[in-house]
């Protein structure tokens, strides 16, 4: 028999063991039965101690009641009795940029899947249960070092993209502490099409930071993926003026939902170090002028466009298809349904 249960205060989730407990018998002595023999079920789990401790106390009720089959001697009176289990431990996950686009789609789903969380960043997001805020700048030797004590998986998503040299800044740190830090498995989230994008200083920045996490000797995971829908609709928002929307001629996307991209990385997050995985794109490939007509479209008005060309790094980058992937994995929703979709407050907070 083997059961599933959570601890209440901090949600960690951990299976019973095929093993059983050590049940204390009345006389004090501990016994070791098997769970087929022994308990009916088990319940009403929690850590005995702080909600960091291994130790997890079950409540479990005997089988044996009723149903014929000969009692262990001993346990005749342990009904219902409790037992301790030595459980696996819960990784404990450091992630940084949970307050950004992607952070926040992955945190409820790494804290679903049992994991403890220590989320870094410099303004903390709302608590919850096996979450802990550290408020800091990831430019701080210290402050990384210290948030990393103890942490067995970095999932690093922080970025800067505004600012010349910040991605390589927010990494340095990271990659300075991770070797002597107890962190078994990197998580690197980077971009499709890195190689072909060099133009732009952002993407040499990525790669970059790419290569040096690849290059530090910690178990690592690099996950790449196509633009967001969430930030393609950002940037439609801010080309906008007075309802027209100026538009950088020759640009091609392939825009992926970040909560698709979010599963992935929880995924990731359960999994073994895997290398560089294969890229995750959204369904449907279209130039920036077809997603900004579908956009106004959904605005429900007539689209205004206007093409200007912009002196923009990315802009530049993202011409001949550079930035889309025909080999990528096909996740999410298209840019029109998730459009269709997106909650409320997304479209209140793109009307422009
Ligand atoms: N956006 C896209 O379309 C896209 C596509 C593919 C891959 N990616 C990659 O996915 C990752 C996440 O992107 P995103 O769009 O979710 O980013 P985002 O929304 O811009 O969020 C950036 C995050 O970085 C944190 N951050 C920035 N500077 C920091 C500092 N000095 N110290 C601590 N935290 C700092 C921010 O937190 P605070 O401001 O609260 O400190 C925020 O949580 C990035 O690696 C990006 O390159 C993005």
Same mark, same amino acid.
Request: proline share 9%; net charge positive; charged share 20%.
């Given at each position: 028999m083997s059961a599933e249960s959570i601890? #209440?205060?901090?949600?960690s989730r951990f299976s019973i063991p095929s093993e059983a407990p050590s049940l204390r018998a009345p006389q004090g002595r501990e016994q070791r039965l098997p769970y087929d023999h022994v308990l009916k079920g088990a319940s009403d789990a929690h850590h005995?101690?702080?909600?960091?401790?291994?130790d997890v106390r079950v409540s479990i009720s005997l089988a044996h009641e009723g149903d014929g089959r000969p009692r262990p001697r001993g346990?005749?009176?342990?009904?219902p009795s409790h037992g301790l289990i030595r459980r696996s431990p819960v990784k404990t996950v450091m992630l940084?940029?949970?307050?950004?686009r992607l952070g926040q789609r992955v945190l409820p789903l790494l804290l679903a899947q049992g994991f403890r969380v220590r989320a870094f960043s410099r303004r903390p997001g709302m608590p919850a249960p096996g979450l802990t805020w550290i408020q800091g700048d990831l430019c701080s030797p210290s402050a990384v070092r210290q948030a990393l004590a103890? #942490?067995?998986t970095l999932l690093h998503l922080a970025t800067?993209?505004?600012?010349?040299g910040a991605d390589v800044a927010l990494a340095r740190p990271l990659l300075q502490a991770l070797p002597n830090s107890d962190i078994q498995h990197a998580i690197y989230m980077s971009i499709t099409g890195l190689e072909r994008m060099q133009t732009a200083p952002y993407y040499r920045e990525k790669l970059d930071i790419e290569r040096r996490f690849e290059d530090s000797g910690v178990p690592l995971t690099l996950q790449r993926s196509t633009q967001f829908h969430e930030f393609v609709m950002q940037l439609v928002q801010r080309l906008t003026v007075s309802r027209v929307t100026l538009m950088p001629p020759g640009v091609t996307l392939q825009p992926v939902e970040a909560r698709a991209v979010a599963h992935h990385l929880a995924q990731l997050t359960v999994?073994?170090?895997?290398?560089r995985v294969r890229d995750l794109a959204g369904p449907e490939t279209a130039t920036l002028e077809h997603l900004a007509r579908e956009w106004h479209l959904q605005q429900g008005r007539r689209p205004a466009l206007l093409e200007v060309p912009l002196p923009v790094p990315l802009f530049r980058a993202w011409k001949?298809?550079?930035?889309?992937?025909?080999e990528a994995q096909v996740v999410g929703q298209s840019w029109a349904s998730w459009l269709g979709d997106a909650a409320p407050e997304d479209v209140r907070a793109m009307r422009t």
């Amino acid at each position: 028999m083997s059961a599933e249960s959570i601890c #209440a205060p901090c949600c960690s989730r951990f299976s019973i063991p095929s093993e059983a407990p050590s049940l204390r018998a009345p006389q004090g002595r501990e016994q070791r039965l098997p769970y087929d023999h022994v308990l009916k079920g088990a319940s009403d789990a929690h850590h005995v101690g702080p909600c960091d401790e291994r130790d997890v106390r079950v409540s479990i009720s005997l089988a044996h009641e009723g149903d014929g089959r000969p009692r262990p001697r001993g346990f005749r009176s342990v009904r219902p009795s409790h037992g301790l289990i030595r459980r696996s431990p819960v990784k404990t996950v450091m992630l940084t940029g949970g307050t950004g686009r992607l952070g926040q789609r992955v945190l409820p789903l790494l804290l679903a899947q049992g994991f403890r969380v220590r989320a870094f960043s410099r303004r903390p997001g709302m608590p919850a249960p096996g979450l802990t805020w550290i408020q800091g700048d990831l430019c701080s030797p210290s402050a990384v070092r210290q948030a990393l004590a103890g #942490a067995d998986t970095l999932l690093h998503l922080a970025t800067q993209p505004l600012q010349a040299g910040a991605d390589v800044a927010l990494a340095r740190p990271l990659l300075q502490a991770l070797p002597n830090s107890d962190i078994q498995h990197a998580i690197y989230m980077s971009i499709t099409g890195l190689e072909r994008m060099q133009t732009a200083p952002y993407y040499r920045e990525k790669l970059d930071i790419e290569r040096r996490f690849e290059d530090s000797g910690v178990p690592l995971t690099l996950q790449r993926s196509t633009q967001f829908h969430e930030f393609v609709m950002q940037l439609v928002q801010r080309l906008t003026v007075s309802r027209v929307t100026l538009m950088p001629p020759g640009v091609t996307l392939q825009p992926v939902e970040a909560r698709a991209v979010a599963h992935h990385l929880a995924q990731l997050t359960v999994g073994e170090p895997a290398g560089r995985v294969r890229d995750l794109a959204g369904p449907e490939t279209a130039t920036l002028e077809h997603l900004a007509r579908e956009w106004h479209l959904q605005q429900g008005r007539r689209p205004a466009l206007l093409e200007v060309p912009l002196p923009v790094p990315l802009f530049r980058a993202w011409k001949h298809q550079a930035a889309v992937s025909p080999e990528a994995q096909v996740v999410g929703q298209s840019w029109a349904s998730w459009l269709g979709d997106a909650a409320p407050e997304d479209v209140r907070a793109m009307r422009t």
